[in-house]
């Protein structure tokens, strides 16, 4: 990419370090022991997981009556989750996808463990519908098979949650061809590294006999353009077709054309949330601050400004909606939200989406990991509480009074939520021990290219 | 027997040199092996673009037809079923679906053609001209001249493009 004059390039990784040094670096967190950090996160995210086996075990063998759930409120901690984790996994896809497309080149760091984070929040994500179902085992009635046991009857592929079906089964496998294709340069490298006989064997069978060919490489560069290609209007259709469960039905709250983009924004805000806690964990617990500098971080936070700001366009205009539109129970449901029994989850929401992310105009909050790291937490509960109230306020107090109710978690809701957390930081972890979470062979291009722009300006930012 | 002249370059610019002078000198370029995609090597090597777009095309093609036959039949004339006054064909309905099974399938495809074009596959013998070459060294592989003069010449050729070392070595071409 040309750029204007007098600007230059920023230098994604810091000092010049040589490719064998990049090697070196990036492989080193997966050939030493991991630091007191890492123990202490993956002890934590164990019992986190322990807890979710056991209230699964529970809720199976009892089904969803332990749960909150009741008449009015038929979906709450369940689909807010899932609309939660799928929501995460969209920033995955999009640093991977359209930042490749637009070829920027800060991706390069963080790509790798963000397209993971895709992986492992879809797997979080996809637990929800089946727990819901409340009888797990007959999971295969959401799928079109032939022949069945109801005669030749069908799925309803009306419904947009059959579409869901598709939506996030296509996803998750996309995501996951996406993801080992990036990873096979790396695990050959890893394999002509491994001294081990077993580590030898596990890293040759899975890099495929990779042998970094540039016949190979230069149709390998078309193929991931392609899926990039590909995924980037995939992730814009998932969340897309998430929200159509709510829009195309007719409650107040949930019957509204500005749900897909709204939705898409979102998961979008939440992702990067998720991607900037992770990644300032990791570069801390690992030492790759030269990897993934404060600048990545900064660019980041760039990203949540602008979908913060969407996202709290449509809160307002979801307000100006249902004032304007002038239907009684539109305008009821939204009094409801920010002044019923649920408004501390309104403001809550307003707090973290609306108003958080607006400390990102400021260079000197961009800039500071600390206070990055709180935000993007706060990022992420205030997504939480979106889809809770989004969910959970709008069927509670739909059109008949005599059918209104209240939700209250049970133990078992919040030990499932708490417990999905100990999965994916579980599988999270063993992420960044076990496999190169930088795309090395990304990164060695881009420091090439920064040893040339050096050797052109005849200086050493060195 | 020797087949192959092995050169290891340590910079990126020499190699790109030493294959543009070596094809210009009417050697035969085997492959040239890196740790990183080097742009500008597809020119220097004049390796023709690759038909794999078409693979997504026809895969993609294949899954929209698929969805759309499957929802078609299932719907209208296996089991119609009046689901709130909807029509049988609901043809807009379905779209959702179709697209995802057109990138379900157009992706698939692309890789699978990807992995037996480039014959990648778990369990492959890997054969690497210098075990560098998923580190840090950028291998040019020509293959070797037959007669010995213009052997002596692809060395001097290599080594003057900044070659830290030439080797003749055996693959299976």
């Known amino acids: 990419m040309k750029l204007p004059e007098g600007v230059t390039e920023p230098r994604w990784i810091e000092g010049a370090p040589t490719l064998k040094q990049v090697t070196a670096d990036i492989a080193h967190p997966m050939e030493g022991k991991p630091g007191k950090l890492w123990y202490a996160c993956f002890a934590l995210a164990v019992l986190g997981l322990l807890d979710l086996l056991g209230m699964a075990t529970y809720l199976i063998a009892k089904g969803i009556g332990v749960w909150g759930l009741n008449n009015s409120v038929g979906w709450a901690f369940d689909i807010t989750n899932f609309v939660f984790w799928i929501g995460i996994g969209h920033a995955g896809t999009l640093i991977s996808a359209i930042l490749l497309l637009f070829r920027q080149k800060w991706r390069t760091s963080i790509n790798r463990s963000a397209e993971a984070m895709t992986i492992f929040a879809v797997m979080c994500a996809g637990l929800f519908p089946l727990l819901h179902m409340g009888r797990p085992w007959n999971f295969f009635f959401i799928m079109p098979y032939f022949p069945n046991q109801h005669g030749p009857l ?52 899975l890099s495929l006999g990779w042998n970094g060919s540039h016949r190979t490489w230069s149709r390998y560069e078309v193929v991931s353009l392609i899926l990039a290609g590909l995924a980037t209007p995939l992730v814009l259709s998932v969340h897309s077709i998430v929200s159509m469960d709510f829009a195309t039905s007719l409650l107040p709250g949930w019957h509204t054309t500005i749900f897909p983009p709204y939705f898409v924004a979102g998961a979008i805000y939440s992702g990067f949330g ?25 660019s980041m936070a760039k990203v949540l400004l602008l979908t913060g700001s969407i996202v709290s366009f449509a809160y307002a205009t979801e307000f100006f909606s249902a004032w304007y539109g002038g239907n009684i129970y539109e305008r009821y449901h939204f009094l409801n939200r920010a002044t019923g029994p649920y408004a501390f989850g309104f403001w809550l929401m307003v707090l973290c989406n609306a108003l958080t992310p607006q400390l990102y105009w400021f260079k000197r909050f ?9 935000t993007s937490i706060l990022v992420n509960i205030g997504m939480w509480f979106e889809r809770f109230v989004i969910i959970v306020v709008s069927l509670h107090r739909a059109f008949l009074p005599s059918g209104w109710g209240m939700f209250y978690p049970t133990v078992v809701d919040v030990g499932i939520l708490v417990g999905v957390f100990g999965l994916f930081f579980t599988l999270f972890l063993l992420f960044i021990r076990f496999v190169p979470m930088i795309a090395m062979w990304e990164v060695k291009g881009v420091v090439t290219d920064q040893q040339h722009a050096d050797r052109a300006h005849g200086g050493n930012h060195g | 027997m020797a087949n192959i002249l092995v050169a290891t370059f340590p910079q990126v610019d020499d190699l790109l040199r030493a294959v543009r002078k070596a094809r210009s000198e009417m050697f035969r370029v085997y492959d040239v092996f890196t740790p990183f995609p080097v742009h500008g090597l597809d020119e220097a090597m004049g390796i023709r673009r690759t038909r794999l777009p078409k693979v997504t095309l026809l895969a993609g093609l294949t899954g929209l037809a698929a969805a759309l036959t499957l929802q078609f039949y299932t719907n209208v004339l296996d089991w119609p079923l009046n689901v709130g006054g909807k029509p049988d064909n609901s043809t807009l309905a379905f779209i959702p679906i179709s697209f995802e099974l057109t990138v379900l399938f157009g992706g698939l495809a692309t890789v699978a053609a990807l992995l037996l074009r480039a014959r990648l596959y778990p369990g492959k013998q890997v054969w690497l001209p210098d075990p560098g070459v998923t580190d840090d060294v950028f291998a040019l592989v020509l293959r070797k001249p037959s007669d010995d003069e213009s052997h002596q010449r692809a060395v001097a050729l290599l080594k003057g493009c900044g070659a830290a070392s030439v080797v003749e070595s055996e693959a299976r071409l």
């Open chain 1, 154 to 205: 069908w799925v309803n592929f009306r419904s947009p949650l059959v579409w869901d079906v598709f939506a996030i089964s296509t996803y998750f496998t996309i995501s996951l061809v996406f993801w080992y294709l990036g990873l096979v340069p790396d695990l050959a490298t890893m394999r002509d590294r491994a001294a081990g006989k077993i580590k030898k064997l596990v890293f040759g069978t």
């Open chain 1, 274 to 298: 998720m991607v900037m806690t992770l990644l300032i964990l990791t570069r801390q617990s690992m030492n790759l601050q030269r990897y993934i500098t404060v600048r990545h971080l900064e």
């Open chain 1, 366 to 374: 961009r800039t500071n990991v600390a206070l990055l790291f709180v």
